[in-house]
């Protein structure tokens, strides 16, 4: 039960299920932002330590991602000063989020070529699945293609027999337990997100509940102080005006009246 609570999300309006699904955009937006500009930093690297050995498969390879994360920001950027509708955003994030994935793809099915491994793969897999927040659909559709994609492709750029059958064994292992890392953060960012508006509903009614709460104490207050047959105020009430006389501290005078009123019922 314990495992399966882990995966779970608390019952909730689905209006607080929109606020969610909002605040999770901002925060991918954020980090893609920083994402796309270390991209742009490694891939600098990469191309200029490559080129003195010629133009090859690989230069273009990080040239596409150099030219991808540029491009991205460049929308970002335009994006925020047009302020464009949450669904474009998202597209755009899923998109850039799925682009390095299958960058990391094309680069390990190039590999098997020259050096059989799959380190390209599983570097882009693993920061995609521990830096971005997906819900299990979105990482389905960034995630599974590329998957089957690479699966599909190794038999074709890796010969060897055993190197090939541990290749699956170690990337099957892997991309479970990335996948098993991506939902835990995200069920634990909404879980958090929930209680947090939980008790800020809880604080707005607690508030409401005490302003209310001095309103009915005034009133009770003024009630307590005034005869309920005249609406002058009582014996309560006239000394609490003495009291607040004497205590005040300028030097007016007080002066009292005692009048008898006869058949004052009547």
């Given at each position: 039960m ?6 779970t ?12 699904k ?12 920083l ?11 990469l ?6 050995g ?5 230069v ?13 920001l ?33 680069v ?12 390209a ?11 971005f927040?997906?819900?299990?659909k ?5 995630a ?12 074709f ?10 290749h699956?064994?170690n ?9 098993l890392?991506?939902?835990l ?10 209680n ?31 005869d309920?047959l ?5 014996r309560?009430?006239?000394q609490?005006?003495i009291?607040?006389?004497l ?13 008898d ?5 009547s």
């Open positions: 314990g495992i399966l609570h882990a995966f999300l608390p019952s909730v309006p689905k209006e607080n299920k929109q606020k969610l909002e605040v999770v955009l901002e925060e991918n937006w954020k980090r893609t932002k994402f796309a500009i270390i991209i742009l930093f490694f891939e600098a690297i191309i200029v330590r490559q080129l003195p010629g133009i090859d498969l690989y273009g390879l990080y040239l596409g991602l150099f030219s991808a994360a540029a491009i991205y460049l929308c970002i950027y335009i994006m925020e000063k047009k302020k464009i509708p949450t669904g474009y955003r998202m597209f755009m994030v899923h998109f850039f989020v799925f682009l390095f994935l299958a960058w990391g793809t094309m390990t099915l190039l590999d098997q070529l020259h050096y059989g491994h799959v380190m793969f599983v570097v882009n897999y693993m920061c995609v699945s521990t830096l927040l997906a819900n299990g979105h990482y389905l559709l960034f599974l293609p590329n998957v089957v994609f690479l699966y599909v492709g190794l038999p750029y890796q010969q060897s027999a055993n190197m090939l059958s541990g699956y064994t990337l099957t292992v892997f991309i479970f337990f990335c996948w890392a991506s939902q953060l995200y069920k634990g960012f909404a879980a958090n997100f929930f947090k508006l939980l008790l800020t509903e809880i604080n707005e009614e607690l508030e409401a509940q005490i302003a209310q709460n001095e309103v009915m104490n005034e009133q009770l207050k003024k009630q307590a102080m005034l309920e005249t609406g002058v105020p009582n309560r009430g006239f609490d005006y009291h607040s006389a205590a005040n501290e300028s030097k007016r005078r007080l002066s009292l009246f005692l009048l009123v006869d058949a004052f019922k």
